[in-house]
C-alpha cells in the first residue's frame, strides 16, 4: 500500500487541518472535533436555517468541500468510512444555529442515521429546532432492514437545499423540499478496481482485467454482479436503462445529470461516459437542463464511476446554477 500519509490514526484530523489551512479563511475548525463549518462574512451577517451533513471520511470533497456560502453551514468527518460521533455532530448543530433550527442531511446509513438521530435528540434537549432528511438514492441494492444507500445524488440535494436555505426557506419547507428532491434522485454505480482503506492495506474485492463490478456502494460494498468489461458507451445505454425504469413517463420530464468520479478515474474518462450519456438522451428526446462531471462523492481511491439522475421540478434548476463560495463545488 502506498498512500501521501503520516500515521494512519492521524489521517483524518490532519486531513481537517489541511482543508481549513488552504481554505484561504473560508472554514474553521469546531475544537476538539472534526466538524469543519463555515468562516465567511457572510455566514456572520445572514440569519438563516442551518444546514449539517456529514459521515465517514474519504468522500472527499463531500462533505466538507461543499461548506459555505449557498451550500452547507458545518460537515462533521468521521473517521474512514465511519460515522461521526453525535457529540461532535451536536457540537455543529450548536455552531450553526442562528435561530432559524438546523437541517440536518443524512446519508442512509445505518451508522450516521443512528448518530444524528441521537445528536438532534440532543440539540433539541437544549432547544434547538432540528429536522432530517435521509438522502437514499441509490438503486443498485435494496437492504430489506435500511432501503436504498444514499450516494452521490447527496450533493445534489445539499447544492438544492443550499440555495433554498439561503433564499429564506423556513425549517419546515426546507425539509419538505429536502424530501421531495431525494424522491426524485436515482444513482447508480460501477467500479474496475476497488479502493484501499489505509487500516486495511488491500483492495476491498479483487477485479480481474476484463471484469468490472456493476452496482458499487461509496464503502467499497460489492455490487449486484460482476460483469466482463464493456465500452464506455455500452455502459452508459445499461445504466441509463436501469435508472430511466426508476421514474414514470421518463422522456416527458427534465433532468439533472450528475457523472462521478469515485477518487481515481480520470477526467478524461468521465467526460467520455458522460458523451455518451448526453448521445443516448438526445436520441430519446430527453431534455437535460443541468449538467455536473467531476470528482465530488468519492470513494477513498475506488477506480468507478456513478450516474445520477435528479427529475427537475420548477424552480430546481436554479438552484443548482445559483452562485456558491466552497471548496469542492
Known amino acids: 500500500m502506498k498512500k501521501f500519509i503520516n500515521q494512519i490514526e492521524q489521517i483524518v484530523p490532519e486531513m481537517v487541518q489541511g482543508l481549513v489551512q488552504t481554505s484561504n479563511g ?41 461548506v459555505g456560502d449557498g ?45 444524528f438521530d441521537m445528536a438532534r435528540e440532543m440539540a433539541e434537549a437544549d432547544n434547538h429546532q432540528v429536522a432530517t432528511v435521509v ?26 437545499l443550499g440555495a433554498a436555505a439561503r433564499a429564506g426557506y423556513t425549517l419546515e419547507q426546507l425539509q419538505d423540499l429536502g424530501q421531495q428532491v431525494i424522491k426524485q434522485t436515482k444513482t447508480l454505480a460501477v467500479a474496475l478496481h476497488a479502493a484501499t482503506v489505509p487500516g486495511v492495506g488491500h483492495p476491498g474485492f479483487e477485479l480481474a482485467d ?36 426508476e421514474f414514470t413517463d421518463f422522456t416527458q420530464q427534465h433532468y439533472a445529470i450528475l457523472v462521478n468520479g469515485m477518487g481515481a478515474t480520470p477526467l478524461m474518462e468521465q467526460y467520455i461516459f458522460a458523451n455518451d450519456v448526453a448521445d443516448i438522451l438526445q436520441q430519446q428526446g430527453v431534455a437535460v ?19 445520477t439522475l435528479l427529475q427537475l421540478q420548477a424552480g430546481w434548476r436554479d438552484w443548482l446554477t445559483a452562485d456558491v463560495t466552497t471548496l469542492g463545488w
Open 26 to 66: 473560508q472554514l474553521r475548525c469546531l475544537e476538539q472535533t472534526t466538524a469543519v463549518i463555515r468562516n465567511d462574512p457572510q455566514f456572520q451577517n445572514q440569519t438563516q436555517v442551518g444546514l449539517v451533513s456529514g459521515g465517514g471520511s474519504g468522500h472527499e470533497p463531500l462533505h466538507a468541500g461543499f
Open 135 to 160: 438522502v437514499d438514492d441509490d438503486i443498485a441494492i435494496q437492504d430489506s432492514e435500511q432501503g436504498h444507500r444514499g450516494v452521490a445524488g447527496t450533493v445534489l440535494v445539499e447544492k438544492i
Open 210 to 245: 476484463d471484469e468490472l463490478e456493476f452496482g458499487v456502494g461509496i464503502h467499497n460494498e460489492r455490487g449486484r454482479n460482476t460483469e466482463k468489461l464493456v465500452t464506455a458507451h455500452e455502459l452508459a445505454a445499461k445504466m441509463l436503462e436501469q435508472l430511466q425504469g
Open 289 to 307: 437542463d443541468f449538467w455536473k462531471v467531476g470528482n465530488l462523492v468519492t470513494s477513498i481511491d475506488m477506480t468507478g464511476i456513478s450516474l
Open 71 to 115: 451550500m452547507l453551514s458545518a460537515a462533521v468527518c468521521g473517521e474512514i468510512f465511519t460515522s461521526p460521533t453525535p457529540d461532535q455532530i451536536y457540537a455543529a448543530i450548536n455552531a450553526v444555529d442562528q435561530g432559524q433550527g438546523v437541517l440536518l442531511i443524512v446519508k442512509n446509513y445505518s451508522g450516521d442515521v443512528m448518530n
